[in-house]
C-alpha cells in the first residue's frame, strides 16, 4: 500500500489555509465582517446540496465495491465447487488440472492486469477451454447426470461473476458526477476564503478541519471507483485459498 497520496493530500490540506491566510495578511479582506456573515448563512444551502453529492457517491461506490468483493468470492467458491463435483464423471482430470490453472492465472496474471484496467488474456483463454472440458465429460450414466448438470450451472455462475467484476474495472461514476465533486470541491475553497473570521487561530483550524473533509472525502471516492486498482481494492485472496484447497483436495483423493 502507498502512502504517497495520503502525504499529498495531507500537505494540500496543511498549505492550503496557510495560502489563504498569507494572502489576507498581505492585502485587507474584500468584504466586510457582517458580510462574511451573511455569506456564510448563504453558503449552507451549498453545503448541503455538495454533502449530499458526495454521501450519495460514497455510498454508490461503496456498494459496488461489495458488489466486485462478492462477486470475487463467489466465483472462486464456484471454481472450487467444480473441482470437487468432477470427481466422479468421466475424462475430468484436464477439466480439474484447468481449474487449478485458472485460480493460479487469476492471481499472477488477472489481477495485476486489472490494476492497470485490463484482464489476463491466458486466463481468459483457460475459462474458455472449461467449456470444451465439460463437453468431453458429459456422463453415459443417468445416475451421473445429476453431478454433470451441478458443474455445469456452477461453470455458468463463475462466468456470470466474472463479468460481473471485470464490467467494474473502469470505474461506476459518470463524468458528469465527477465534474460535480470537482466543482463542488473548488467552490469550497473560495467559500472558505470569503467567511474568514478575522481570527488567526480560529480561522486556520476551521480551514483545516474542512479541508481535511472535503479532500479526503474525494480521495476516498477516487478510490473506491477503482475496486480492483486504488489504494483500497479488492483481494485476490479468495481465489489464492481456492487454489491451496483444491491441490490439497488433489493430494487427499490421490
Known sequence: MSFIPYIVATL??????????????????PLHISERQLLSQNLTYFVTVYSFILSFSLVSLWGYYNTAETATMKESECVVGM???SRGLPNSEKFRTDLIRYAQLVVKEEWPAMRRGETGRETAHVFHDLWDEVDRMKP??????SHYNAV????????????????LLDGS???DMWVLIFLGGFFS????????????RIQLLFDFMMMCMVVFTIYLVFELDRPFSGSVRVSSKPFSMSTERMITMDRLYK
Open 189 to 200: 475553497l473560495f467559500g472558505f476564503f470569503f467567511t474568514s473570521t478575522g481570527k488567526l
Open 12 to 29: 494540500f490540506v496543511i498549505a492550503v489555509p496557510l495560502l489563504f491566510h498569507f494572502i489576507q495578511k498581505k492585502k485587507d479582506h
Open 83 to 85: 473441482y470437487r463435483l
Open 173 to 175: 461514476l459518470p463524468p
Open 140 to 145: 453415459d450414466k443417468i445416475g451421473d447426470m
Open 152 to 167: 455445469l450451472q456452477l461453470l455458468i455462475s463463475a462466468g456470470q461473476y466474472r463479468i460481473e467484476r471485470t464490467l
